[in-house]
């Protein structure tokens, strides 16, 4: 009888929900939508109340925020352009009338059904992007060409008022060179544990360069599982170095209830959480592969929510379909809470783990903490914990604080442990008030050596003696910030929209990056690296002094970009220019013998100076 009660009351809430709520669109707008851009400097300026940190975000929700804004009295300090840019993604993001619609390259179709005439929609579409790019080195004395050309199509729709779904794929042409820099110790060089078979092993493994057509640290790759060179379209292979076709498939199920209070949603898509700056969380990034998973956030009052999201990672085929993934078979979740007070204050706390695939109820559920849960099912997961503080005055500005926590240590000399495996990031984003939602953003971020690794463990339920990694990346890239452990950067970065249909950016990095190949090479600067198990806060080797332990690659990076809509066309077209002066230092004496050195600039056979131009071309068809 209870449970007939609760059935009868659940069809109730559905139906009364779906009377109430006018027809609205609950998939998701991809992270790579300048509209994220767009609703950071509203709240930035106080133009718009705080949206959650969990990204992304749905169309209903973005449609609120934007109309929410026009309508506030604050809209009225927004200048015509700035209206016109949000209108625009109104449009771009409201339902299309019935049929084809070839501004948007969208079929739409809809029909009522049911006692309540319930909308029921039907939309398909595609769109096609192209990139040209080229990269020079001084110090190959070689140009490189590298070439991005996808064709996507999408089916999406809405049954009721609650629901809806989207499935989406792309197949493309791909070419991106890159070289292979040397081989690493996935511990370090004389690393051997006595009586291991295969759970404390040191592998050897190659490092290959950044992709040589693009700019250090920003090329995500677009493929699924393996790519296939055009002249054995039958392999599988890691990486597109000829020209290679692949395939990428999304997909996602949404309902949102109680107007956009509570959202769940099973997909496989991109993510971003926290409240730091967009581009910038350390702890789920934009910059991961996307992944299979089910979420939900929940926000029941102004000033707190809670998101909490359980997916499967996918391997990185890089010894073939079956042996790659063999080892890598993990789940991953992750609970943030959200506190926010007004525009003035926003706190985030969460926690994350890495487990391998098995039915563990604690991970999954939102309401128990991970890492004391550990402590009952015993250790063989990757934990970590983060946290978000930022501050901002409206039309003034903000600053953050963030940390991920990934198995830190805190000791005494915590400063100069290897085993202090934790990611750092300070930043501040300023509104400029000359150009249409412009702004200047600077940060600074520090991964630690090991953060996002972990060692290989045996797992009894997969039996033998098969060691499980479970580092925490997918698809190979880290599920954290884009850099590699043992790295930090100085980020400043200025960004406007002038007119409605064109944005642009002026960008500047300094990237230091303990060598990850040659003579002397830094251990723990790998997403592979494993951290030696024992002595962990005494052994010499496990001691870290950033740019003082070995050589350490120095990358300053300048670009500037924009991206044109031509005016009553379909069409985007995109640039980016810039150049990346590269140079290495490194130490008197051997790497990671525990002690600090002095270091200068060096120029060998294993650590050239380099000074690299890259020029990247664009054109979109129906740009999303």
Not at 28 to 35: D, G, P, Q
Not at 509 to 525: E, K
Request: hydrophobic residues 40%; proline residues 5%; contains cysteine.
């Amino acid at each position: 009888m209870d449970r007939l009660k609760i059935y009868a009351f659940s069809i109730y809430l559905f139906t009364f929900c779906g009377i109430l709520l006018p027809a609205q669109t609950h998939t998701s707008v991809a992270l790579e939508s300048r509209v994220y851009y767009v609703l950071e400097q509203a709240e930035l300026r106080g133009l718009g109340a705080p949206l959650p940190g969990s990204r992304p975000y749905t169309r209903s929700v973005i449609i609120s925020a934007i109309n929410a804004i026009l309508n506030a009295e604050s809209g009225k300090r927004l200048n015509d352009t700035e209206r016109g840019i949000l209108r625009q993604y109104l449009d771009q993001f409201a339902k299309p009338q019935n049929g084809m619609d070839w501004q948007k390259g969208i079929y739409h179709s809809e029909t009522a059904i049911g006692k309540n005439d319930s909308p029921l929609t039907l939309n398909t579409g595609g769109d096609l992007s192209t990139e040209l790019s080229s990269g020079f080195y001084s110090s190959f004395n070689e140009r490189y060409f590298g070439t991005e050309i996808w064709l996507h199509f999408f089916l999406n729709g809405d049954v009721g008022s609650s629901f809806s779904w989207e499935f989406s794929g792309e197949g493309g042409l791909i070419k991106t060179p890159r070289k292979i820099m040397g081989k690493y110790n996935t511990y370090y060089a004389g690393f051997i544990k006595d009586n291991e078979q295969g759970q404390y092993v040191n592998q050897e493994i190659d490092v290959f360069s950044e992709p040589l057509t693009h700019f250090p640290y920003s090329y995500k790759k677009r493929w699924d599982g393996s790519i296939y060179h055009l002249t054995d379209l039958a392999s599988f292979e890691s990486w597109p170095g000829p020209v290679s076709g692949g395939y990428n498939l999304l997909s996602e199920m949404a309902a949102s209830f109680f107007e956009n209070r509570l959202i769940m949603r099973l997909g496989r898509l991109s993510r971003e959480w926290g409240s730091a700056s967009f581009g910038s969380s350390l702890a789920l990034n934009q910059a991961a592969r996307p992944f299979l998973g089910m979420e939900a956030e929940f926000t029941p009052l102004p000033w707190f929510g809670i998101a909490s999201m359980t997916g499967i990672l996918e391997y990185n085929n890089t010894d073939g379909i079956k042996d790659s993934a063999m080892i890598f078979q993990n789940a991953f979740s992750i609970t943030m809470l959200q506190f926010r007070y007004k525009n003035y204050f926003l706190f985030d706390l969460g926690e994350t783990v890495v487990w391998p695939k098995r039915f563990e109820l604690g991970y999954m559920s939102p309401i128990t903490n991970s890492i004391f849960y550990q402590n009952n099912i015993g250790d063989f997961d990757n934990m970590g914990m983060f946290l978000t503080l930022k501050g901002q005055y409206p039309g003034i500005g903000n600053v953050w604080f963030s940390l991920f926590w990934d198995e830190a240590y805190w000791v005494a000399d915590w400063y100069e442990l290897d085993r202090t495996m934790i990611a750092w990031q300070a930043g501040s984003v300023i509104p400029l008030p000359f150009l249409s939602f412009s702004s200047i953003k600077l940060s600074y971020t520090m991964v630690n050596p090991y953060c996002y690794t972990h060692n290989r463990n045996y797992n009894p339920w997969y039996g033998g003696n098969l060691a499980m990694a479970t580092s925490y990346t997918n698809n190979g890239a880290s599920l954290g910030y884009y850099l590699p452990p043992n790295a930090d950067e100085i980020l400043v970065r200025l960004t406007a929209m002038p007119l409605k249909n064109i944005s642009a950016h002026l960008q500047y990095q300094l990237i230091r990056h303990g060598a990850d190949f040659g003579p002397n090479a830094v251990d723990g600067s790998n997403l592979l690296s494993e951290l030696d198990p024992d002595d962990r806060a005494t052994k010499p080797v496990l001691k870290r002094y950033f740019l003082r332990d070995g050589a350490y690659q120095w990358s300053h990076i300048a670009r500037v970009g924009g991206e044109w809509n031509l005016p009553g066309l379909p069409v985007a077209l995109t640039g980016e220019v810039g150049t990346v002066i590269s140079y290495f230092t490194n130490i008197e004496g051997a790497a990671n013998d525990g002690s600090a050195h002095g270091y200068a600039i060096t120029d060998t056979v294993d650590y050239p100076k380099s000074t690299g131009f890259i020029v990247k071309l664009g054109v979109r068809v129906f740009p999303r």
